[in-house]
């Protein structure tokens, strides 16, 4: 599975982003795919995820400003941002997860088993 990420870019604070990610491959094996952010000097976070019966999940920081959004047709998985804040700067990166997942109670990072794309750079400034 190949993971192709694009969307980000500069924004003021309150602003509003799309990433999106195309999916190649054996993607009928994925049960799950994500958005992962990285801020400087932190790990990497599951922020936003979708199962492959379109049911979604999000991190608490994230919720009620993120959508994220799959197109089975164009093998597509789209974050859409709104209300950014500064907080929300740094990278993030596409992944498709390879394990059974569910999308119920506080999301959590995906299992180790899991494809990466490469990440795109958000940068909220004030």
């Known amino acids: 599975v190949q993971l192709q990420a694009s969307g980000g870019g500069s924004v003021q604070a309150g602003g509003s982003l799309r990433l999106s990610c195309v999916s190649s491959g054996t993607t009928y094996t994925i049960n799950a795919w994500g958005w992962y952010h990285q801020a400087v000097g932190k790990e990497r976070e599951l922020v936003a995820a979708?199962?492959?019966?379109?049911?979604?999940n999000y991190r608490d920081s994230v919720k009620g400003r993120f959508t994220i959004t799959r197109d089975d047709i164009k093998e597509t998985v789209s974050l859409e941002m709104t209300d950014l804040t500064i907080d929300d700067t740094g990278v993030y990166y596409c992944v498709a997860e390879l394990n059974p997942w569910e999308p119920t109670g506080p999301l959590t990072n995906f299992s180790p088993l899991t494809y990466w794309g490469q990440g795109t750079q958000v940068t909220v400034s004030s």
């Open positions: 979708i199962s492959d019966d379109g049911r979604a």
